[in-house]
């Protein structure tokens, strides 16, 4: 009996991936959930697995093409047959374009001790494994770790995101009170912005409404949108009800997120239905900036460095450590005197020791 596989709806808003590579061959009998095909789309890198046993009669698509949601994928027949070894070190933790190096340079993943998060095999492990083990720093070669399909959805989402009026508002806050209190929680300061952004969202409910074909629809969870810089470009990783979370909880959320958007092992469901964003951009030394608003928000906050300025307190100027932040909003939605009362009440609370104690830990 012939099986027509197609494929499946790998997220929120998604219409068709690219493939990377074929990980099975026509003739190979294949057992249910054994990876076929490496997919890239405009969230994530995703190994796709069988719905079905049985042997492989045709691959629709070849490397580098596209396939529409809901096309052909793979032809199957027959079924319940033992599956054959396909693919390179199944089994092992390596993202789509490690497996695509490995298979490049006649390395078998299996035998690869991976030095990445939770070992997790990145490329340079597999550079020095194709070196004999002594380490080579050579770069990949080009195409191997961006496709242009994922460069062409960020730029599709930004010319999307560029023709919303957008307005960017800018506050200065003195740090003196952040900075002593993640010193003392031994963090970075981003979980406990994001933690007061929360409560803030929280008190002023129309930051996490967005314009929804025509109207304004207001929304109950707070998911905030992380923008993490990776070797496949600007990629958003989302915070899901971030309200729920303690700033230890914040933290340990934020790296787990930063780790899978670098390495490609993000589901789509990772990576899409944010309601407000935040963007860092004082880990590159940035004072300030004019963030554009990530798709499906409505505010999208830019953290600028966190450095000594002169500030006057008290009458008198003195050296603080301090940030610009830069709050960027859709004009549809929101409007100015709104976005300032919420970012003066976020100033205050970041200001305040107190207002940060209170903060869940």
């Keep these: 009996m012939s099986r027509v596989f197609t494929m499946p709806d790998l997220g929120e808003g998604l219409e068709e991936g690219e493939i990377v590579a074929w990980l099975v061959e026509v003739g190979d009998t294949v057992a249910l959930n054994q990876p076929l095909v490496e997919v890239e789309t405009a969230k994530a890198a995703v190994e796709i697995p069988s719905p079905f046993s049985g042997v492989v009669t045709a691959l629709h698509g070849a490397p580098g093409g596209s396939i529409p949601v809901g096309a052909p994928l793979v032809t199957f027949d027959g079924g319940d047959a033992p599956a054959s070894p396909v693919g390179s070190g199944e089994g092992v933790k390596a993202t789509p374009p490690v497996r695509k190096l490995a ?25 020095a494994a194709a070196d004999g083990g002594r380490g080579t720093t050579e ?15 960020i730029a599709d989402n930004l010319d999307r995101q560029a023709a919303i009026p957008q307005v960017t508002v800018f506050r200065t806050v003195d740090c003196t009170a952040l900075e002593a209190r993640r010193r003392e929680l031994g963090i970075s300061p981003l979980p406990l912005v994001i933690a ?26 707070i998911n905030v949108g992380l923008a993490v810089d990776t070797e496949r470009g600007l990629m958003v990783a989302v915070l899901r009800e971030a309200a729920n979370h303690g700033i230890a909880s914040l933290a340990d959320e934020i790296k787990r997120l930063a780790d899978g958007a670098r390495s490609g092992s993000l589901t789509p469901a990772e990576m899409t239905g944010a309601t407000v964003a935040v963007s860092n951009t004082g880990t590159y030394g940035s004072e300030a900036g004019t963030p554009i608003l990530s798709p499906g928000t409505g505010i999208t906050l830019a953290i600028g460095v966190i450095e000594p300025r002169a500030l006057v307190v008290d009458g008198d100027v003195v050296a603080r450590p301090a940030c610009t932040l830069s709050c960027t909003f859709d004009h549809r939605v929101l409007d100015g005197a709104t976005v300032g009362r919420a970012l003066t009440d976020l100033v205050n609370r970041l200001e305040n020791q107190q207002a940060l104690g209170d903060l869940p830990a």
Excluded: C, F, M
């Design 139 to 153: 770069p990949a070669a080009a195409g191997s770790t961006t496709t242009g399909s994922t460069r062409r959805a």
């Design 103 to 127: 298979k490049e340079l006649g390395i078998d993943l299996a035998s690869v001790a991976g030095t990445g998060p939770d070992g997790r095999i990145t490329a340079e492990d597999v550079r």
């Design 196 to 221: 007061a952004l929360t409560r803030t969202v929280a008190e002023h409910s129309a930051l996490n409404a967005r314009w929804n074909n025509g109207d304004v629809e207001d929304r109950a969870a």
